[in-house]
Each structure stands twice: as C-alpha cells, then as structure tokens.
C-alpha cells in the first residue's frame, strides 16, 4: 500500500520559493512515477509535473518556467521548489503516484501565500 | 492543452437515484480519461481510468463510459456516501487536464 506524506511551510512571502517535500512510505521510490497537483482553494485541480526516480522530469507548460522537481531514493523522498511565488499560487499541493492517471494521493498540504 | 468541460456544474439527487454526469474534451482523446470523486477536505480518489475501467476496491455501482470526445460517468443507485465532487481527467496528451468538477449534493 502506497503511503505519501507532504511536508513543507504553510506560509510563503510573495516572491519567494515554496518548497515541498512528499515522503513515500509502503513502496520503493524506484517504482512508480510521481507528480505533484495542486487545487486552489474552492477551485479545480492542475497538474505540475512529474518526476521519475531517474531523474526524468516533465512539467506543465504553464509552471515550467518556475518549477523543479527533484528525488531523493536514499530517503524514498521527492520534491517540489516552486520560484517567485504569488497570491495565484496559494492551494493544497498534493504529491501523487503516476505520469498520466493518479491512484494513490497524499493528503495534501496548504500552502497560502502572503506578507 | 485538451479543455476538458465537466456538465452539469452541480447537481441534487436522493439516495438510490441514479445520476449520470457528462465530461467533454476539446479534441479526441480515444479512452484516456479517468475518473476521481473528492470529499470536501479530503484529497481525490481515483474511481475509474481509461474510461471504464474500475478502480480496485470502487463499488460496482460506479461506471463509465464513453470515447473520442464524449464521456460519462453514471452511478446507480447513489449511497449516502457518494455525495461529494467529481473530476473528470484526460491523460491522452501532455499536460494532463482535468474537468472543472460536479457537485452531487443531497435534494
């Protein structure tokens, strides 16, 4: 059974990077792929791209100018550093199994962005 | 990026109804469209992938159905615990998309 923990601040400035850290448990990192969502509060859900325990990586377009994706396979750990944030990028992050269809999720960290 | 447009927006049933909500994608997407139901505060659960396909554990009286742009999503005869949102998703190309959502609220 997959197991998936986010961790992180809850608070970011404006312009600062949010980082997050989604740690796996019940499975070996070198499994699966593995993505990280988010959803604004109250609204729908975007993709933001995802890593390979290889260190292949694919981000949405619409982000790629300001996310990274990394992996850690000595902790079973990987990660999300979002740059020059804004109040639009406040939202629960959820880190999740899968390329293209997501079926084990953690349960999600907000994270609000302000001053 | 595929436009996926979920109708109707919301929606009230009762428990047994059957309810049937509609996703569309801006360009064929053949059967690559999944299904997630979410609970307020809770994160999504996968209920159904390459349009039909039931996820381990989903009950029965969830289905799917669908291909190329038109696809639905039915469940006969709605429990007290289906009440929640629904997201459709296509993982046909890069970025994967997802539908802006349907609240199935209790009449």
């Known amino acids: 059974q997959v197991q998936l923990q986010e961790s992180g601040p809850g608070l970011v400035k404006p312009s600062e990077t949010l980082s997050l850290t989604c740690t796996v448990s019940g499975v070996s990192i070198r499994s699966y792929y593995w993505s990280w969502i988010r959803q604004p509060p109250g609204k729908g859900l975007e993709w933001m791209g995802y890593i390979y325990y290889s260190g292949l990586t694919t981000y949405n377009p619409s982000l790629m100018s300001r996310v990274t994706m990394s992996i850690d396979t000595s902790k079973n750990q990987f990660s999300l550093k979002l740059m020059s944030v804004t109040a639009a990028d406040t939202a629960v992050y959820y880190c999740v199994t899968g390329p293209f269809y997501f079926a084990s999720w953690g349960q999600g960290t907000l994270v609000t962005v302000s001053s | 990026d595929i436009l996926m447009t979920q109708s109707p927006s919301s929606l009230s049933a009762s428990v047994g109804d059957r309810v049937t909500i509609t996703c569309r994608a801006s360009?064929?997407?053949?059967?690559?469209l999944n299904w997630y139901q979410q609970k307020s505060g809770k994160a999504p659960k996968l209920l159904i992938f390459?349009?039909?396909t039931l996820q381990s554990g989903v009950p029965s009286r969830f289905s799917g159905s669908g291909s190329g742009t038109e696809f639905t999503l039915t469940i006969n005869t709605l429990q007290p615990d289906d009440f929640a949102t629904y997201f459709c998703q296509q993982s046909f190309s890069s970025p994967p998309t997802f539908g802006g959502g349907t609240m199935v609220d209790i009449k």
């Open positions: 390459a349009a039909s």
């Open positions: 360009q064929s997407i053949d059967k690559y």
